[in-house]
Every structure is written in C-alpha cells, then in structure tokens.
C-alpha cells in the first residue's frame, strides 16, 4: 500500500472519528450497537444508488434520471406484486423498466451524442411522471405482508440485517468488477482517454451505455429497499437519493483521489454517519439537506481537476516570486 493511499485512508478515518466524537458528546445514543447499525441501514439504499453513480461519474458523465428510474422500478415491483405476482418476477420486472430508460440515456449520450445532463434531466422527468401511472400517484400496498417483500428489511442474513447484507454484497462484487478486471479498467480508460481507448480496442461507446445501464438498475434495486421499509411502493421512493448520491461519490473521491468502489462506500459512510446524527438531534431536515449540500460543492471544488491544477499554479507562482525575492 503506497504512502499516498495510506495518507488517504487515515484522512477518512480521522473525519470519521470527528463525527463520531462530536455527535457522540452531543448524544449518549449515537454511538450505541442499535444506532451504528441504524447508520449502516440507512446507507443501503443511498449507497447503492452512489454506487451506480460512481460508474457514471468514472466515464466522465453526468446522470440526474436516476431518482426518476427508481422511482419508476419501484412502482412497477410495487405494482406487479399488487397483481399478484411472485416476489422474484415482480422485483426482476421493476429492475427491467429500469434498465429500459438506463440504455434510452446510454445510447442517446453515446450514440446519438445528445447532452447528458439535459437527457437525463428530461428521462428523469418522464420516468418520475411514470410512476404515477399505477395508481394515480397513491402508494401501492396490496400483497406486500404476504408477498415477502417486507423479508428484505426485517430478515437477517449472515448475522447482518438484510439491507445491509446486499449492500456490502454489491460493494464487492463491484470492487471486483471495476477493479480487478479488465471490464471494470475499460471504464476508467473511458472516461480518462476515450480516443486512445478506442485505439487500444475499448468499445466506448459501450461503456457509457453499460455505466447508465448499471446506475439505473443499482437505483431501482436501491428503490426496493426503500419499498421493504416503508412497507409500500412510494411514487416518490428515489427523491431523497441525488443530493446524497452525488455527495458521496465526490467526497470519496476527493478524499481518495479519483471516484471509485471504496472511495463511494467511504463517502457514504460520512454522509450516513452525519444525517444520522443530526437526525438523533433533531434537526430539522432542510439544515441537514443543507449542510450535505455544502458537502457536495466542496467535494467537487477538491475533485474538480481544473481547480486542482489552478491551485497547484498558484502555489509553483508563488515559490517563484518566493523565489525571485
């Protein structure tokens, strides 16, 4: 492990113990057993909706749709299990519409070369105004006591709850992907050097399809989860995701260097670990949406590589002056 990253991880940990210490002076419970792991829990479903972004973000584009399409997911499981349909079908049925609006974004940003933020911007609309076609924007509850829908919240797998059981599932298997194969190393070329990928034999193209592909079915999955809480399918079930999406995926990555797996899960665990402390003190909800939004504009200014490279200007001028003095 090289200085650098050493460095790097000792940052995270030292911000993480500073949350710890301060909330946990301001209340007794905030570092109880029961509230750690209500931290985890809550960062499932924001964490996976991160993780689907950080593969966007790797390929240098943007993905605003993303709470739309869980929404959507969620609407269409909710609906399916309404109708009587099995779990698994219903759940499989929700990722599909899903990954239907995540290639309509891939191809038409790296096919047709349409703006990503505008595209996205414009399906997240669509697929948010969609999801009130099952129900006329009323929640969706039949069949979810007996469909096992509510397993996915309340069961325990491997002596973890299960919500955070598929989020750490996921997290490896996608450390592993994007990290340690030559699939996941595409991505990054993507985005770094798409023209010298191209000439290396990289589908491109692909690649930017594959990354919304992957973000909208991590979003959907992310939406389910929020589903198996709140024991109903909500039309607004992927409001909350984007502010906290992109916060952690920028303050990992300013934390770490570069947007990545680990540094997405670090970012999270931060965001986690703050909202739920101001939860724990009853802050009203818009102070924190603010505080994590100072988060987000901050990350980016540290991750912005045109900042960067301003910043390390100003620093070689000045020795120079320094110098020259």
Do not use: K
């Amino acid at each position: 492990m090289s200085r650098s990253v050493v460095l790097r991880l000792a940052a995270f940990l030292a911000l993480l113990a500073i949350i710890a210490i301060t909330f946990g002076s301001l209340s007794h419970q905030y570092l109880s057993r029961n509230n750690i792991s209500a931290i985890f829990r809550h960062m499932s479903a924001d964490g996976l909706a991160g993780l689907g972004l950080t593969f966007v973000i790797v390929v240098r584009r943007f993905d605003l749709s993303f709470p739309g399409v869980a929404s959507l997911g969620a609407m269409t499981t909710g609906w399916l299990i309404a109708a009587g349909h099995a779990l698994l079908p219903s759940i499989v049925g929700g990722i599909a519409a899903g990954v239907v609006f995540g290639v309509v974004n891939g191809v038409s940003i790296a096919i047709f070369r349409l703006p990503d933020i505008v595209t996205t911007i414009a399906i997240g609309s669509a697929t948010y105004g969609l999801s009130y076609i099952y129900s006329n924007g009323a929640t969706i509850s039949d069949n979810f006591m007996d469909s096992g829908i509510l397993d996915i919240n309340d069961r325990q797998i491997a002596h973890l709850d299960a919500p955070i059981f598929f989020m750490l599932v996921l997290y490896v298997i996608a450390t592993v992907v994007m990290h340690r194969s030559r699939f996941g190393r595409s991505f990054y070329a993507t985005g770094e050097n798409p023209r010298s990928a191209a000439f290396s034999g990289v589908n491109t193209r692909g690649y930017v399809v594959a990354a919304f592909v992957l973000t909208s079915a991590l979003s959907v999955w992310a939406g389910i989860l929020h589903c198996a809480e709140a024991g109903q399918a909500d039309p607004s079930a992927g409001d909350g995701f984007l502010t906290p999406a992109f916060a952690s995926v920028y303050l990992g990555a300013a934390l770490f260097g570069t947007a990545s797996v680990p540094a997405t899960f670090a970012g999270t665990l931060l965001i986690s670990a703050m909202l739920n402390g101001f939860t724990l003190l009853s802050v009203p909800y818009y102070y924190a949406d603010a505080i994590v939004a100072v988060v987000l504009i901050v990350a980016i200014g540290v991750f912005d590589p045109r900042l960067v490279e301003a910043f390390g200007r100003g620093l070689r001028s000045g020795r120079v002056a320094g110098t020259r003095a």
